[in-house]
Each structure stands twice: as C-alpha cells, then as structure tokens.
C-alpha cells in the first residue's frame, strides 16, 4: 500500500470517528431532555467550537441524523430535532449486504419491484400533510443542488415520506432499511453527480403525481426516476474521488427503542 492510499484509509478513519462523535453528542442531549423534539441546535459555527471539531466534520454527522429522521434540516432557517419517533437499527440490509456479496443492480431491480409499488399507493392514500412534506423536500433539493450531501438527506427523506404516505407499515420498514442502505452507499460518491436538477425534476414529477392522487403516474414516475438513478450513479461510482465515510452500523450508536 502506497502512502497516498495509507493517507486516504487514515482519513476516513477519522471521519468517521468525528461523524459519530456528533451522533454520540446529539444522542446524549436528546436521551438527558436537553434536546427536545422541535429544538433548534446551534448555529453550526458556534456547534462545531463547541464539539471542537471542524463546520465539514459536523455537517457530516448532521446529514447523517436528518437522513434517518432525527433531525429536520430547513434551508436558511437551522436544524431542528425532528418530531415523532427515530428510526434507527435499519443496517441489517447493508450487513446482509456485506456477507452475501448484494450487487448494485440488485438493489435497484429490489426498488424497482417496491418503490414503484409504493409511489402508486402513496398517491392513493397521502394525506394532506404528506403531500406539504413532499412539497417542502422538493424544495429543499432545488435549494441545495451546489451541495450533493445535503441534496442527498432531502431526497433519502423525500422516499422516506412517499413509504409513510403508503399506509402500510410493513412497507414503511421494509423503506426504512432500503434509506439507510441508500445514504451509507450514495453518500460515498453523490460528490461526483454530475446532473442533480435532473434529478430534482424527477423528484418533482413524482411528487406532482402524488398530489394529484394519480396512482399509474406516480408509479411509472418512480420507475422512471429510479432507472436513470441506476444509471447516473454507476457513472459517480466510476469517478475517481476520495470516499467520505458515514457510520457503518447507526444501531450501535442509536439502539432501537422499545414502547
């Protein structure tokens, strides 16, 4: 192993420490009542002195939060705890992965046959506060299309929103694991897209679809946008780049609950 790659493998070995280094924070604060769902955290300079690491390092373990639904991130207003439940212990896809060798066309084939499914329901059943959870994703990603890792936590947390929209809570589950596999594994090369308002007008054909309550549109909208996914993130996955990590396994930082 040459220096360049020694270096590279130290780098992300501290990124990921400093990710869940905020992770283990903000989990502190929200199991002690300091935070509380609703909360605004503070500004990130004054955060980042504070954690004593740097405004790069925690907007990783931010992303990683509001990607699983602990935190609600609003452009140009702050970061909030988001209300309602965590969801967390969702890794068992991407461990399952690791042993039997998952492929990438597989995941995608497996969301085609869900995802799509699930579009068509949602457009059956969302309700009005959905549909605004939709609308405002939507317009998060139009906003932060110059950042591809914050684009990313509003485009896992927009299909995220379509599963809840479902009805269906064994769907729901069954999206919760296929996010989080999504964010570790995008998050390593969404620094490379090349087009993100494309796919931020796929996202809105969807939600539009939704809206409108029309089930066919809204699944050959979803399938639309997940093939050119497919395609537009084999093209990242071949640039060459320097990965940033994300935490591994969130269920050992963030145990699941029990009622």
Known sequence: MDSVDMNAGKSQILDTQLTSQVINYIRARIEDGTLKPGDRIPPEREFAKELKISRASLRMGIGYLAAMGVMKV??????????????????????????????????????????ASVASLAAERATDEHIAELAEEVAEMYASLTDPHEYLVHDVRFHRTIARAAGNPILAALMETITANLYDNRSLTVANSKDLKESAEMHREIYRAIRSHNSPQAKLSMEQHLNLARMAQAAEADTPQTATATPSDPAKRFPARTA
Do not use: C, N
């Open 74 to 115: 609003r452009h140009g207003v702050g970061t909030f705890v988001a209300d309602g439940p965590a969801e967390f212990g969702k890794s068992s896809l991407g461990l399952l992965g690791a042993l039997h060798g998952f492929l990438p066309w597989q995941m995608f084939e497996a969301r085609l046959v869900i995802e």
